[in-house]
């Protein structure tokens, strides 16, 4: 038969078992009743780290918000957005971008602007000439623009430029009239594609007077080749 100390130990070791488990159960229960309290309130629970970084980034806002509070009125001021000018090179292709064609476009305008392409195009090697740290990214607002500027010419000559005679019988010969595809489209096209292929280039890193020296052969061979 067991002794009263066996009898004992055992009353004592299920008291601690019972409130080792009363305390658990309870553990379990207020934790289940606050994941429930989370999820209704739409929250949720964040580490230590998480919780820096919250608060490092609410500083943050905090800080901006008075630097930017206006003087005596005690309320953030409009956010002032720095725009970077465009370089020179291309405010130069806005004149030719934003001009009317000529009356007499066909045989005096479209030649004028084909020149002031080139000479834009000129101007900008120029620049990269005596600046070869030019990056991409300080010179991409020329390729856009110059790009968009061979479209105006195509548009331009499209909208005016008389693709046939209109009595060939008896009006004299006149060799601009039968080029009229290769002045409204082919030309301005090959031009962009010397646009592209020197875009690539810079893209790809700065570019090298040998290359600069290339580019401009290519586009005087363009006005050669494409005869306009």
């Known amino acids: 038969m067991p002794n009263g100390n066996s009898l004992r130990q055992q009353v004592e070791n299920n008291v601690a078992l019972f409130l080792l488990g009363a305390l658990f159960t309870g553990f379990v ?37 008075s630097a930017l509070t206006s003087s005596g009125s005690g309320k953030p001021g409009p956010v002032m957005h720095t725009v970077s000018p465009l370089p020179e090179y291309t405010r130069a292709v806005d004149s030719l971008l934003t001009s009317l064609p000529q009356d007499n476009y066909q ?8 020149d002031e392409l080139h000479r834009l195009v000129d101007r900008f090697l120029d620049y990269l000439w005596d600046h070869p740290d030019t990056t991409y990214a300080q010179a991409q607002s020329f390729y856009a623009a110059i790009d968009e500027a061979a479209s105006v010419v195509t548009l331009n000559a499209q909208k005016t430029f008389a693709w046939q005679k209109e009595n060939p019988l008896t009006e004299p010969y006149d060799p601009r009239l039968p080029n009229y595809n290769q002045k409204v489209f082919i030309g301005p096209s090959w031009f962009r594609i010397r646009v592209e292929e020197l875009r690539k280039e810079h893209k790809r890193g700065s570019l090298t007077r040998d290359l600069i020296r290339e580019s401009r052969r290519n586009f005087n061979e363009w006005r050669q080749k494409e005869g306009i």
Do not use: P
């Open 107 to 114: 045989w005096d305008g479209y030649r004028a602007d084909v």
């Open 29 to 65: 229960a207020g934790w289940g009743a606050y994941a429930t309290v989370l999820k209704v309130n739409d929250r949720e629970t964040i580490g230590t780290d998480r919780r820096k970084v919250l608060e490092s980034f609410e500083k943050q806002i905090k800080d901006r918000d």
